[in-house]
């Protein structure tokens, strides 16, 4: 694997290394000792797949609170999304910022997002599935929102909005 840190501290791209021959290719796509040398949470508890059967679907952007915030390693394994990720830990340098990275079944890239960001998607073909390794377990009473096109984080989503729950298009402004 190779992990390339983005411009968020601790929020890391996984690449695969492929080993290829004439029956395809073998990699290795989580390694928990090679997490922790770059200081990454390997804790998995939940696995969680999201299956999106329109282009343009929307989710996000989610996160859990204290004390129950979760590290999250993030792969498309069909289609393709465009994932975003906000740094809402307030004593960082890089606080309100976000990135986003396109995850498709075909680059095999994952995102490795940590705890105290928010995390959303937006499909950018039909029939679109992400797979989710959490290091906490789902906790309703802790479950937080931000809105996909609050001013305070001026995200470009690549496509129209499709789809999106009630939910998540109505969160309120973002506030410090």
Same mark, same amino acid.
Request: net charge negative; charged share 25%; glycine share 8%.
């Given at each position: ?14 690449e695969?290394q492929?080993?290829?021959?004439e ?5 290795r796509s989580w390694?928990?000792?090679?997490f ?7 804790r998995?508890?939940?696995c969680n797949?999201s ?12 996160? +859990?609170?204290?004390p ?8 498309c ?6 994932d975003v990720?906000?740094d ?8 309100? +910022? ?9 680059n ?13 998607f ?14 906490e377990?789902?906790?309703p009473?802790? +479950?937080?929102?931000?809105r ?5 984080f001026?995200?470009?989503w ?9 939910r998540?298009?109505n969160y ?5």
């Open positions: 694997m190779v992990l390339r840190e983005t411009k968020l501290p601790g929020a890391f791209v996984i695969l492929k080993n290829e021959d029956r395809g290719f073998f990699a390694c928990r000792k090679e922790e040398e770059h200081g990454l949470n390997p998995t508890v939940q797949v299956f999106n059967k329109l282009k343009g679907t929307l989710r996000g952007m989610h996160y +859990q609170g204290a129950c915030a979760e590290a999250k390693l993030v792969r394994t069909r289609g393709a999304i465009y990720i906000i809402l830990r307030c004593e960082s340098v890089t606080y309100k +910022q976000h990135v986003g990275e396109v995850l498709t079944s075909n095999y890239r994952a995102l490795f997002i940590p705890e105290g960001f928010a995390h959303g937006q499909t950018l073909e039909d029939n679109s599935e992400v797979l989710y390794q959490m290091s377990y789902y906790s009473e802790h +479950q937080r929102g931000l996909y096109n609050d001013p305070a001026d995200i470009n690549p496509i129209d909005v499709a789809v999106i729950s009630h998540d298009r309120g402004d973002f506030r410090d």
